[in-house]
């Protein structure tokens, strides 16, 4: 009930001015979030290179409702990509992409479209995009886009979110050769008719997709924060003879630090999804929804500072 709350605040007008102007917010948003710039970005990309850590990048922004705006997400991917090459970090930092930032909810073709020339923009940088799955309404789209990608950009990561019910038909569907899939457990409110409401459910359905995953040809991205889950995913490598650079761990910025490193010094490849950009506030509130943890951390600070 709690995770369904913070869901529907995430795009709360009126919940949204209160957090932003809450006394403690932009301390705990610093937690999670690089900060607003290409700058502290590419701040927080050397810091986490420097431990032997990879970096996926997030502009925050999405639901962009003109051209105009998702032309300026494109052109800011485009800088943003550029000084990661000037930078030295292509090798180790890619980027994420949200299509509903760059056009979809517009026009399809514009979204593909742009998201093509992110793509062509991180070749030259010498990595690589993975195109973020939004709320369950652009599932279908979000997954056309990325066949039509792949057609000229083989190396374009999919996610898969292990609450839907169709989640593992998708990653059945994604698990050849080549292919880079993130399987994370989702962070959007959706109807039970297509998506699973229990924690646990989600948890199995996550378990499954990730041996179809580890079992296939593909490159398994999974983005989970869950003990179990990671001691899980250790075993199937093992099962299915897997070295370490046959597949990654994903952790969010701010999120279990120390078992980001701790993975990373025992051998393990561990990238972190580091978000940064003014729009923060939905992606806040989905992380605010993922642990009680993270609610509470919040509610001391916001306290602490009245």
């Not at 900060?35 to 032997?52: F, W, Y």
């Not at 990608?149 to 292990?162: E, H, K, M, T, Y």
Request: one cysteine or more; proline letters at 3%; charged letters at 30%.
């Amino acid at each position: 009930m709690l995770r369904q709350a913070l869901l529907v605040a995430s795009r709360s007008g009126g919940v949204r001015k209160i957090v932003e102007t809450a006394p403690g917010t932009r301390q705990v948003v610093r937690r999670f979030i690089a900060g607003e710039t290409i700058d502290d970005a590419l701040a927080v990309t050397e810091r986490l290179t420097a431990e032997n850590l990879l970096v996926t990048l997030d502009v925050l922004g999405e639901d962009t409702s003109s051209e105009r705006m998702a032309e300026q997400i494109v052109e800011h991917y485009t800088e943003l990509l550029k000084r990661l090459a000037d930078h030295g970090l292509g090798s180790r930092a890619e980027v994420s992409l949200k299509l509903t930032a760059v056009g979809q909810a517009l026009d399809e073709r514009l979204a593909l479209d742009n998201a093509r020339r992110v793509c062509t923009a991180a070749r030259s940088a010498g990595t690589t995009v993975t195109l973020d799955m939004e709320d369950h309404t652009t599932v279908e789209s979000t997954l056309r886009i990325l066949h039509e990608l792949r057609g000229d950009f083989p190396d374009v990561g999919a996610v898969i979110q292990s609450y839907l019910r169709r989640a593992e038909e998708y990653c059945a569907d994604l698990a050849y050769e080549g292919s880079r899939v993130r399987l994370c457990k989702g962070a959007y409110a959706a109807p039970e008719s297509v998506a699973f409401g229990d924690e646990d459910e989600v948890d199995k359905s996550y378990v499954r997709c990730m041996k179809v995953l580890m079992a296939g040809r593909g490159y398994p991205m999974l983005a989970t924060h869950d003990p179990r889950l990671i001691e899980i995913a250790g075993a199937l490598a093992v099962l299915h003879d897997r070295d370490p650079d046959t597949f990654e761990y994903q952790m969010l910025y701010g999120i279990r630090p120390q078992e980001q490193r701790r993975l990373a010094e025992q051998g393990d490849q561990v990238r972190v999804y580091v978000a940064y950009g003014s729009e923060w506030y939905g992606y806040f509130m989905r992380r605010l929804a993922e642990r009680p943890a993270n609610l509470a951390f919040f509610l001391r600070s916001v306290a602490s500072r009245s």
